[in-house]
């Protein structure tokens, strides 16, 4: 099943190309988007039904070498031939041909239509064209330059075999879960805060067949959301708890969601310095990648039981809000001496945790944009991902599976006395300057059951990409973790 997102909640989504699936080429397609590789810096063209006599020619005489990444825009016959470079043939993997399929969509804008086919593998091919072709145009006022206003969206038809129509449309859905996703996230935090984040993810979540369950401030108070309402009482945006339920007609196991969902981090009173706090728009990246994987998990009817529990909150500094030295008391009982306001994601999603781990789920994977310490750790585009030996190894290794890199670190036993309070059962933050993502994980382990595989993967860094855009990851909201996340749960179902 398909969904729409009412405007009224999310007034801009991103652009993308349109595609369909086709079991033979069109002949009247504005351009061929041509696969190419590379032998010893010379262009080559795999034997492909679609490439039309003369193309390797054309391609030689403009010096194209088919090295990765290469784009090259050539006339063969008077029909527009789109070549794009893979390198060396040997070496190609479904990343490269995301990648280079990215780097390709970015450059349609503008063409009518296309046709590409799938020797390379369907699923890679509609990630990295609707991935890569993402954009999104913000609150802009309308072109004036006498085009439709969206510089010409492309149709693009994908040419395959029989068998390939339903990985295509897997990898369809998926991908529009990533948009999603990246919609959420690049959407400033003055259009989407708590209230609206939840109402949408109720209308969005019950048109694809999910349980919505939304608690506001009032259900938080009765049931003890300690760590959510400290977070959220010095803003005028009340904050909420969604839970979403994902039952499937058959399965063995159960998996719990929980992602961080601060719509917008000013620090609170230990208020952040000026400089990129805009950036703090995309701390609510952990709870929209959950949203969007639990949204996949069902139109893909996996064979897993999912809950996602995401706390939305805004964390501002004013009279109302939640002091350094204050101690709260979050869901189950566990107190915190809350020593740094700016360390507000652990807060609610102890609260989150501590609820999902309720129902003894087989498996709980977190996600959030937790700690700077993760970009002085692993850079900008490597998740740190913690929690139970094995289980923390296989997030890792399927995050580098799908693209999205990952990499596994420890929790310190040495932290454990930095965690103990003179008035609370432990502390927020820690004295020390350094292991500031271990820290956070280990103060997250406790919140989380005895008998459930747990892993905390920090995104702080690979949610948002502030530089250009690469391959299939545009400027901005990045959708990451959602495809490891996606990767997990279909682990898991086939497992079962
Ligand atoms: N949302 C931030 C972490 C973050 C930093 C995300 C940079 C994305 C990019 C988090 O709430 C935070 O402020 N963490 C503090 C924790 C510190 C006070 C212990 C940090 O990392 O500085
Ligand atoms: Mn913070
Ligand atoms: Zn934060």
Known sequence: ???????????????????????????????????????????????????????????????????????????????????????????????????????????????????????????????????????????KAPCQCGCDGEHGLTDVTVVGKDDEKEAFDQAVILAESVMLARDLVNTPSNHL?????????ENVGKQVGLEVDV???????????????????????????????????????SVALVGKGITFDTGGISLKPGAKMEDMISDMGGSAAQFGAIVAAARLNLDVAVDAWLPLAENMPSGTATRPGDVIRHYGGITSEVLNTDAEGRLVLADAIARAAEDNPDFMIETSTLTGAQLVALGNRTAGVMGS???????????????????????????????????????????????????????????????????????AGPAWNGGSPRGYTPKRATGAPLRTIVATLRSIAEAN
Request: glycine share 10%; no cysteine.
């Open 1 to 139: 099943m398909t969904f729409s997102v009412p405007e009224s909640l999310l007034p801009v989504r991103g652009d993308s190309v349109s595609l369909n699936f086709s079991t033979s080429a069109p002949s009247d397609t504005a351009a061929l988007l041509l696969p190419v590789t590379s032998d010893d810096s010379k262009v080559e063209v795999p034997v492909t039904s679609l490439a039309p006599k003369g193309a390797l020619e054309a391609l030689e005489t403009v010096g194209a070498k088919g090295t990765a990444g290469e784009i090259t825009r050539v006339v063969v016959d008077g029909k527009l031939v789109i070549a794009f470079g893979l390198g060396n043939a040997d070496e190609i993997d479904d990343e490269t041909v995301r990648r280079a399929v990215g780097s390709l969509a970015r450059t349609l804008y503008g063409t009518e239509s296309a046709v590409i086919s799938t020797e390379f593998g369907v699923t890679p091919v509609v990630e990295g064209l609707l991935l890569g072709a993402y954009k999104y145009k913000g609150f």
């Open 193 to 201: 805060y708590p209230a609206v984040y939840a109402e949408l993810i």
């Open 215 to 253: 608690f506001d401030e009032k259900q938080l108070e009765e049931q003890g959301f300690g760590g959510i309402l400290a977070v959220g009482k010095g803003s005028a945006r009340a904050p909420r708890l969604v839970h979403l339920k994902w039952t499937p007609s058959a399965s063995k196991s």
């Open 389 to 459: 030996d094995e289980f923390r190894d296989r997030v890792a290794a399927l995050g580098r599976e799908v693209g999205e890199q990952a990499w596994a670190m420890p929790l310190l036993e040495e932290q454990e006395e930095e965690l103990k309070s003179p008035v609370a059962d432990i502390r927020n933050v820690h004295n020390a300057r350094t292991g500031g993502m271990l820290f956070a994980g280990l103060y997250l382990s406790r919140f989380v059951g005895e008998d459930t595989e747990w892993v905390h993967i920090d995104v």
